[in-house]
């Protein structure tokens, strides 16, 4: 279960949830390689957590969750999609750039992770630490939270 077709290797895939300064608020168990950010995020507990009013920014993979999140009282906030041929509109293209704006911080965030060995992509890990990978990537999360802020 923890092979990934797409990145062609076994993975761990976690749901971690960020406030808008860059503290880690959420991370959720680790999770194989094939299983759809839809069903994590439905499955990891985190939706329980959700206080109505809230907005949610998440990547174009959270499909289908609108619904559940709408449920809570809050509201996903996602790049609009475009299929095939289509263009963005100029509300979308707006929208977009917007949220790429913000997106940043986000991306600003796995890079902090990612700066700890043990969490960078393609990382070979000893069989005996396969078991603490989910308390490892809490306490990266929570090392990440003491650095200085990302937004002064």
Not at 89 to 110: F, G, M, N, P, Y
Request: net charge positive; hydrophobic share 40%; glycine share 6%.
């Amino acid at each position: 279960m923890t092979w990934s077709a797409y990145k062609k290797c076994n993975t761990l895939k976690y749901l971690i949830a960020c406030t808008p300064d860059g503290t880690c608020c959420f991370i959720s168990e680790g999770w194989g390689g094939r299983t759809s950010d839809s069903v994590i995020l439905k499955k990891s507990g985190f939706l329980d957590l959700i206080e109505p009013g809230v907005q949610i920014m998440a990547d174009r993979g959270f499909k289908h969750v609108e619904k559940d999140i709408a449920e809570k009282g809050a509201m996903l906030v996602r790049p609009p999609s475009v299929v095939g041929t289509e263009t963005f509109s100029k509300a979308d293209a707006r929208l977009t750039k917007q949220i790429a704006a913000l997106r940043i911080h986000v991306e600003r965030v796995i890079g902090r992770l990612r700066n700890f060995n043990i969490l960078t992509p393609h990382v070979c890990l000893d069989n005996k630490l396969v078991p603490l990978v989910d308390a490892i990537t809490k306490v990266v999360c929570a090392l990440t939270n003491l650095q200085s802020p990302l937004i002064k």
